[in-house]
């Protein structure tokens, strides 16, 4: 579905960069290095870092434009999932099939290891090879969809919620920021690689905003159906923890629904960019109905 390279040879690109940026586990400290390591390699589909730069080749831009901020997204996203496992806060044992950073390394050390992938992800755009104005504005869309306003702020505002009753838009408001932002960044930072004009990169992170929260709708779909090979971490967890979800304000067939009307706006949105945009298209719907 991608240009050339093709899909899978994307993501082995990214893997590979990834591997470049990230520590050698024989570098000290290297039991943090290796926790680092363990977070990131092996495992997970590179959606994030996909979207970016299918966005990029969808304005105008080439793979090689959008890669480092794609590893950034995804650095960000890792440093993400560590923190959300830690018993602290969602206390999951499995992530990607295997189990969690804190599982096999100890919480003091998964604490550290996620900031460091947090930090990394920054000096990774500080440091690529693009006109300042470029690596300013990458910085600005991943700091933003990072913090208060997207991906920390919604994880505080889903542990506030718990045991609370929540009606969809207050749900919205959550993974709008949980997950839409960092996917929407992810977007918009392809579109800056390639000199998209501010507009279409605005478009871009409404865009992959609606993506993401189809991509999480469709995850509490998965989770209430118990599918723990598909979603690579245990399933039916939010209902354990007595959380809100899609699932549970709505019903199963309902947030099934509710997922493909977010989906089919994301498609309007991305309708101008094109034929370019075909790949960026394509892929995001099959990754919310995990059939990549």
Not at 206 to 233: N, P, R, Y
Not at 240 to 261: D, F, H, N
């Amino acid at each position: 579905m991608f240009p050339y390279p093709g899909e899978q040879q994307l993501r082995n690109l990214i893997e590979a960069r990834l591997d470049q940026v990230l520590p050698a586990s024989e570098e000290p400290p290297t039991r943090l290095h290796e926790a680092m390591r363990y977070s990131v390699l092996g495992g997970g589909k590179r959606f994030r870092a996909l979207v970016c730069i299918a966005s990029s080749v969808a304005t105008g831009g080439s793979v090689d434009q959008a890669l480092d901020p794609a590893c950034a997204a995804e650095l960000v996203h890792c440093f993400s999932l560590v923190h959300d496992d830690l018993p602290s806060m969602d206390d999951d044992a499995l992530r990607r099939g295997k189990p969690t950073c804190h599982r096999v390394f100890g919480e003091g050390l998964a604490l550290l290891a996620g900031d460091a992938l947090f930090a990394l992800a920054f000096e990774v755009l500080a440091r690529m090879e693009a006109p300042p104005s470029v690596t300013t504005r990458c910085l600005q869309w991943l700091s933003e969809a990072s913090g208060t306003k997207g991906m920390v702020g919604g994880q505080t505002m889903d542990i506030e919620a718990e045991n609370s009753a929540l009606d969809p838009s207050d749900l919205r408001g959550i993974h709008e920021r949980k997950t839409g932002a960092l996917v929407g960044a992810s977007c918009a930072m392809g579109g800056a690689c390639a000199g998209a004009a501010e507009e279409q990169q605005r478009a871009l992170f409404e865009f992959g905003q609606l993506v993401g929260l189809a991509f999480q709708i469709w995850d509490d779909v998965l989770d209430e159906e118990g599918d723990a090979s598909m979603m690579g971490k245990n399933a039916m967890s939010d209902r354990t923890k007595m959380k809100a979800t899609y699932v549970s304000i709505l019903g199963l067939e309902e947030a099934r629904g509710e997922a493909e009307r977010i989906l089919d706006l994301a498609m309007k949105v991305a309708g101008p960019f094109g034929e370019k945009a075909e790949a960026l298209r394509n892929f995001a719907k099959r990754a919310i109905r995990r059939e990549c």
